[in-house]
């Protein structure tokens, strides 16, 4: 692969869905693509005739941090975020070729959404060398107690897994069959 891009769309500035496009060259040049649903509910995202994408609901698994308490300011926010992130470590394994994955330090995307109580948002990586293989959500919400939400999702087809304090808090078995019915899908 020597080019590639992550798209995000959106709904109310949050993320509900990903795609990244690349290019991959070991048979011939070629796009390629995958995609993950980042909400509850089902997507339907039609392309060329005969071609769909239909991920049925999933409910998605957020870890809840309730120290600290989330600043008042965007800024302090962040650094907060980028400081509850370093806790985290993820690793991929390829059919037993293992890697340490490397949170990138600045999120890809911030959002607010305060029709779901969002105060505040943004999406990190996860990545090998470039390449997004874990996406990471991270949210402060409105409520009485402002309390933390993380939940992780995946952008690759290898083996992944989340750990924190050496405890397996995420993890998203190796994908040997595509189907456009699931919420990852190549």
């Not at 999933?58 to 600290?68: A, D, G, Y």
């Not at 907060?80 to 993820?90: E, G, N």
């Not at 607010?112 to 109580?117: G, I, L, S, T, Y």
Request: aromatic share 10%; glycine share 4%.
């Amino acid at each position: 692969t020597t080019d590639g891009t992550l798209w995000l769309w959106t709904q109310a500035e949050r993320p509900i869905a990903a795609a990244c496009l690349f290019n991959d060259s070991r048979e011939g040049f070629q796009w390629n693509y995958e995609l993950v649903s980042l909400i509850d509910a089902p997507l339907f995202v039609d392309g060329r005739p005969g071609w769909n994408w239909r991920p049925v609901a999933n409910q998605r698994k957020w870890i809840v941090v309730t120290e600290p308490e989330p600043a008042l300011s965007e800024p302090a926010r962040l650094l907060q975020m980028k400081t509850l992130l370093s806790q985290f470590r993820a690793d991929e394994d390829h059919d037993g070729d293992q890697s340490q994955l490397r949170l990138l330090p600045r999120p890809v995307h911030r959002y607010r959404c305060p029709d779901e109580k969002i105060e505040d948002g943004a999406m990190f990586l996860f990545v090998l060398g470039t390449n997004p293989e874990v996406l990471v959500q991270i949210e402060v919400l409105a409520n009485g107690d402002r309390s933390w939400r993380i939940s992780f999702a995946r952008m690759a087809a290898a083996r992944l897994k989340v750990t924190r304090d050496d405890q397996t808090v995420w993890q998203a078995e190796r994908v040997r069959e595509w189907n456009p019915r699931h919420d990852y899908f190549s």
